[in-house]
Antibody, heavy 121, light 110 residues
Framework: QVQLVQSGAEVKKPGASVKVSCKAS????????INWVRQAPGQGLEWMGW????????NYAQKFQGRVTMTTDTSTSTAYMELRSLRSDDTAVYYC??????????????WGQGTLVTVSS | QSVLTQPPSASGTPGQRVTISCSGT????????VYWYQQLPGTAPELLIY???QRPSGVPDRFSGSKSGTSASLAISGLRSEDEADYYC???????????FGGGTKLTVL
C-alpha cells in the first residue's frame, strides 16, 4: 500500500530555512508526482507546488516562488521541500501528497502524515 | 481568503442528509474536475470524492458529489457520528496553474 512518511517536527527562528522530507514506499516512486500542501493552525489547505519525480520538473505556486525549492532523491524514494526566509506566518503543518490518477489526469491523492513547522523567536 | 468558497460550518443529526456547497469560477470549477477531502480531527486529509462524483475504494456510498457550472456540492446521507470532520473542496485553476482549495466546512453531528 502507498505510504508517505514525513520527517519530524521542526522549530525554527525567523529568517531561517527548513527542509522537510517525505519518504515514499509501496509503489514505483518515479511514476507519480509529489505535491506539497500546508495548513496553518486552525486554517484551511494551501497548495505550495508540485514536483515531477520522473524528471524533476517543478510548478510552484506564485506565492512561494523564490522562497521554496522542491527536490527528489530517486535512489531513496524521498521528496524534499525547503522553505527559506521563514516568517511567523509560515508556522503550519506541511503535507506531502502523491498524485493519483491516470491518462494525463492527475490529482492530489495520497497524503503523508504531516510535519509541524513552528517559526518563533 | 480561499479561491473556492465553502460555508464554514454545517450540522445534522444522525441519519439525516446534509450537503456542503463549494463555489468557484470559470477558471477552476467551471472547467475542471472537483475533488473533496475529509480531514478527521488531528489527522491528514484523505481523498473522499474525485473527478466530481467518483468514490475511491473504501469510501461508503453515503458520500456523493456533484457539479453544475461553477459550483459543486458534497452530500452525506445517513449521517453518522464518525462523519464529524472538516471537508475541503479542491479544483485545478487554469489561471493560477495550480490547485486551489475551499476554506473548509466543519461538519458537526448533533
Amino acid at each position: 500500500q502507498v505510504q508517505l512518511v514525513q520527517s519530524g517536527a521542526e522549530v525554527k527562528k525567523p529568517g531561517a530555512s527548513v527542509k522537510v522530507s517525505c519518504k515514499a514506499s509501496g509503489y514505483t516512486f518515479t511514476s507519480y508526482g509529489i505535491n506539497w500542501v500546508r495548513q496553518a493552525p486552525g486554517q484551511g489547505l494551501e497548495w505550495m507546488g508540485w514536483i515531477s519525480t520522473y524528471n524533476g520538473n517543478t510548478n510552484y505556486a506564485q506565492k512561494f516562488q523564490g522562497r521554496v525549492t522542491m527536490t527528489t532523491d530517486t535512489s531513496t524514494s524521498t521528496a524534499y521541500m525547503e522553505l527559506r526566509s521563514l516568517r511567523s506566518d509560515d508556522t503550519a503543518v506541511y503535507y506531502c501528497a502523491r498524485d493519483r490518477g491516470d491518462s494525463g489526469s492527475y490529482y492530489v491523492g495520497h497524503w503523508g502524515q504531516g510535519t509541524l513547522v513552528t517559526v518563533s523567536s | 481568503q480561499s479561491v473556492l468558497t465553502q460555508p464554514p460550518s454545517a450540522s445534522g443529526t444522525p441519519g439525516q442528509r446534509v450537503t456542503i456547497s463549494c463555489s468557484g469560477t470559470s477558471s477552476n470549477i467551471g472547467s475542471n474536475y472537483v475533488y473533496w477531502y475529509q480531514q478527521l480531527p488531528g489527522t491528514a486529509p484523505e481523498l473522499l470524492i474525485y473527478r466530481n462524483n467518483q468514490r475511491p475504494s473504501g469510501v461508503p456510498d453515503r458520500f456523493s458529489g456533484s457539479k453544475s457550472g461553477t459550483s459543486a456540492s458534497l452530500a452525506i446521507s445517513g449521517l453518522r457520528s464518525e462523519d464529524e470532520a472538516d471537508y475541503y473542496c479542491a479544483a485545478w485553476d487554469d489561471s493560477l496553474s495550480g490547485w486551489v482549495f475551499g476554506g473548509g466546512t466543519k461538519l458537526t453531528v448533533l
